[in-house]
């Protein structure tokens, strides 16, 4: 039985490429379009910098959803480390879908640097999903909690 | 344990707006390690600087979190404040707190709650930072210039005159651009051609400046300082060498019904021609598409008059690979295909022409001689309709158009109807509009004067349809101001069509890594900022191929283009990117995933002998990095199988830690 916390926020974390999505983040504030604070960004240098183990991690220390930003294909600023994180970010969701994570709660998305609206739209979008989904208490570990 | 100083920028009230910046400071103070925190009004101003660089002295810090606007902004600005001092510029990190924060959230308490977290993880991250040395690269003192238009030819003069090689690579069989096309130049009406061929020479001229014509960029490998490029010289079965453009081969060659490019169709030329009388290098090319002995091995008429034997039917395409330190890039544009939109009947009525064509009809060079005459019977037109904006300024989900302004048409189509009206007064001149744009010097003049001084009909309203009729053509159109609908009876219709980037700048744009918009249209480093510099370091932007925008515009920024690559010819070494990737020899197994992702080549394997726990040596096969090829992205890193690969600067650990310090 799975008891509703009324206080909950989702905490979302968000890998975001240095060359694309992260100026798409970048140019989504200097446009001041909003979208909720519950998403973090990490910044990393190409979308195949991010290692499946991030993600694990994210989930193990109460994340409720995690999302990739990368390049659109073709477009990638190391010409073709999104296709790399296309395919690992493929096997890494279908069996964290396997594990008990919902496909919800895991995506890859393709931001350019000129594309502030589309970060903003796709990070509300996230996070309804998330918010739809709940807490995720799955992969939580409960001994990396402090309090 | 490092000690670490923690900075918290106002940014004036970008940040202190919606940010309890003291809250901040104060908290993120009392995290581990942090020996020192405080905030400020504008942390990357000279005083802002001078706090961090005395606090690095005065608290003898070992890592600096600077907590402002993007890292994509003055991550370089703070790396060096600390480097003056003494401190590892790789001792910086940034924790984002305006685009990410302030400017996207309104609510105080969530953006200072947001804020706090960000500075946790970098605090975090500055944890596990060590420092890194930059490896120098040298720099080859040559430029490559991918095409040869205006602004490519301007690029290439400029540097050429401040003392280095360029090359120029142009697809078509001369240099010369779409300007060599055009009749005369608003707002002054000077001839193009008078102002563009003595370039032309001057470019084939200067002994620094070498031209590939007819020639197309194969690849490109290697980065800044050091790209290397392959070019394919297309075959124009004439030996450039011996060719002395005469002309005499172009008269002769039986094959006269190949349609010419150079007049976009409206005349023919033969099937070995030279595209214009000015043409650099003056040489003439074998179109294989059309040429007889090509195609059945039975003419050379060609091969016959030439006096200098410089006509080869078996040559073939030749690939040159050549170094360079810079590239620019200047593509520039083509006129969109207005056939697809039927409502102008471009396809049913030879009559209905775009802007370059009319351009080519009133050129005194061009197939008419100069004399404006319908394409369809050869007769002087007496009401000519101009529409502008077709295919500019569509919505978004158009599919037949773009969404941007083109900018030029307003001003070339108050050109061509002041000299329509100039050359024939009794022709009358109609320009539909939307709106007419003419920011720019003297550029409202111009266009006032086309309507007061010239008498052309200005109608704001687009045109609805129109129909070949007998010979004429029946524009239906609305004009907005009056409210009413308008029938003419046209001799000839005018389409101002959008212009849109060249086919070949998507292809080059993958091969260089450089990033396009969704217009494919080259994205600068900085659209403020850093306007004619690529994202990709190394790769310039010159002219149309970055946005529209005229002549002059053009060869401003083919000049400013020209400033930024000699900066960086004139080094002698550049200073790398350290964080690149490194493997643990202990940690790898030598099983080459990592070689087989890696898009630089920058892995090589290594027989290298260990000496085990018992005392024997085994020699094994590990991975190296060269860090001068490795660009840091990190693909082998998450590959490794062992976890031997990591990357400096974005560690496998800080990502981790800066996970564990979003998620507490």
Not at chain 1, 45 to 50: G, K, L, T, W, Y
Not at chain 1, 59 to 70: E, P, T
Not at chain 1, 104 to 109: D, F, I, P, W
Not at chain 2, 427 to 455: L, M, Q, S, W
Request: aromatic share 8%; hydrophobic share 35%; charged share 25%.
């Amino acid at each position: 039985m799975q008891v509703k916390n009324e206080n909950w926020k989702p905490l979302i974390v968000a890998f975001c490429c240095n060359w694309c999505s992260y100026a798409g983040a970048d140019l989504a504030g200097t446009n001041r379009l909003n979208y909720p604070a519950d998403v973090k960004i990490i910044r990393v240098p190409c979308s195949c910098r991010v290692n499946p183990m991030f993600i694990l991690r994210a989930f193990q220390r109460g994340a409720d959803g995690v999302i990739v930003c990368g390049c659109h294909p073709g477009d990638c600023h190391y010409t073709s480390g999104n296709y790399y994180a296309r395919r690992r970010m493929t096997l890494l969701f279908s069996m964290l879908d396997y594990l008990g994570i919902e496909k919800g709660r895991t995506r890859v998305e393709w931001v350019s640097a000129a594309e502030g609206q589309k970060f903003a739209e796709t990070m509300n979008s996230f996070v309804e999903t998330i918010t739809s989904l709940g807490e995720n208490k799955r992969l939580e570990d409960l001994r990396c909690k402090t309090e | 344990m490092q000690r670490i100083g923690v900075f918290v920028c106002w940014c004036g009230s970008n940040i202190a707006g919606t940010v309890d910046v003291k809250k901040v400071a104060e908290t993120l103070g009392h995290e581990p390690g942090v020996v020192f925190s405080t905030d400020y009004q504008y942390m990357c101003s000279q005083s802002g600087q001078d706090l961090v660089k005395d606090s690095i002295r005065t608290y003898n810090l070992t890592g600096v979190v600077i907590c402002s606007c993007s890292p994509r902004m003055h991550e370089n600005t703070f790396r060096k404040a600390a480097a003056s001092v003494g401190l590892n510029p790789y001792m910086v990190e940034i924790a984002n707190i305006r685009e990410q924060v302030s400017w996207i959230h309104k609510d105080m308490e969530t953006a200072t709650e947001k804020a706090i977290i960000l500075g946790r993880a970098a605090i975090a991250k500055v944890h596990l930072n060590a420092p890194l040395i930059a490896g120098e690269t040298p720099v080859t003192k040559r430029a490559l210039v991918i095409g040869g238009g205006i602004a490519g030819i301007q690029t290439a003069l400029d540097i050429a005159e401040a003392g280095f090689e360029v090359d120029i690579v142009e697809k078509s069989p001369t240099i010369g651009g779409k300007m060599a096309q055009i009749d005369k130049t608003f707002p002054t009406l000077d001839c193009a051609a008078c102002i563009l061929t003595p370039k032309m020479v001057e470019a084939s001229q200067q002994e620094n400046i070498n031209i590939y014509a007819f020639s197309e960029v194969d690849e490109v490998k290697g980065f800044v300082g050091n790209f290397t490029v392959k070019i394919r010289r297309k075959a124009r079965y004439v030996k450039e060498e011996l060719c002395t453009g005469c002309g005499l081969c172009t008269e002769k060659c039986p094959q006269k019904k190949v349609p010419d490019e150079f007049n976009l169709g409206l005349s023919n030329r033969r099937a070995i021609y030279i595209p214009f009388a000015q043409a650099v290098p003056k040489v003439a090319t074998i179109d294989p598409n059309y040429c007889t002995m090509l195609k059945t091995g039975k003419c050379g008429v060609c091969s016959k008059v030439c006096g200098v034997k410089a006509i080869d039917y078996t040559q073939k395409d030749e690939i040159v690979e050549r170094k360079y330190g810079a590239i620019v890039v200047a593509t520039g544009f083509e006129p969109i295909k207005v056939d697809k939109f039927e409502e102008f009947a471009y396809a049913q009525s030879p009559d209905v022409v775009t802007s370059l064509e009319y351009e080519r009809l009133m050129n005194a060079a061009g197939p008419t001689g100069g004399t404006l005459l319908r394409p369809s019977d050869k007769t002087h037109p007496h009401t000519i309709v101009f529409v502008q904006c077709v295919g500019s300024r569509c919505d978004e989900k158009s599919e037949k158009g773009k969404p941007y302004c083109s900018k030029v048409c307003c001003m070339y189509t108050a050109k061509h109807a002041m000299l329509t009206r100039e050359k024939y007064p009794d022709t009358e001149v109609y320009v539909f509009y939307i709106d007419v744009r003419t920011p720019g010097k003297n550029f409202d003049e111009f266009y006032r004067r086309a309507v007061e001084h010239y008498g052309v009909h200005y109608v704001k309203g687009m045109v609805g349809k129109v129909t070949p009729e007998n010979g004429k053509l029946k524009v239906q159109a609305s004009d907005l101001l009056d409210n009413r609908q308008l029938h003419i009876d046209a001799d000839m219709v005018v389409l101002a069509a959008a212009i849109e980037p060249d086919k070949s700048a998507r292809p080059l744009a993958t091969m260089l890594t450089a990033s396009m918009d969704t217009n494919d249209f080259f994205t600068e480093a900085h659209p403020k900022l850093r306007p004619v510099e690529s994202p990709t370091a190394g790769v310039f932007l010159s002219g149309m191929c970055q946005g529209p925008k005229d002549i002059p515009e053009t060869v401003s920024q083919a000049s400013a283009c020209a400033a930024k690559v000699i900066g960086l010819l004139v080094k002698d070494k550049l200073v790398g990117n350290p964080c690149v990737a490194h493997s643990d020899e202990m940690m790898c197994n030598g099983c080459s995933q990592c070689q087989n992702v890696c898009p630089y080549g920058a892995i090589t394997y290594t027989e290298k002998e260990f000496r085990m726990p018992d005392r024997t040596t085994a020699v094994r096969r590990v991975a190296q990095v060269n860090p001068a090829v490795c660009q840091g992205c990190g693909a082998c890193t998450v590959t490794c199988p062992s976890g031997a690969m990591d990357l400096f600067g974005f560690s496998n650990n800080q990502i981790m830690a800066e996970v564990d310090a979003i998620c507490k």
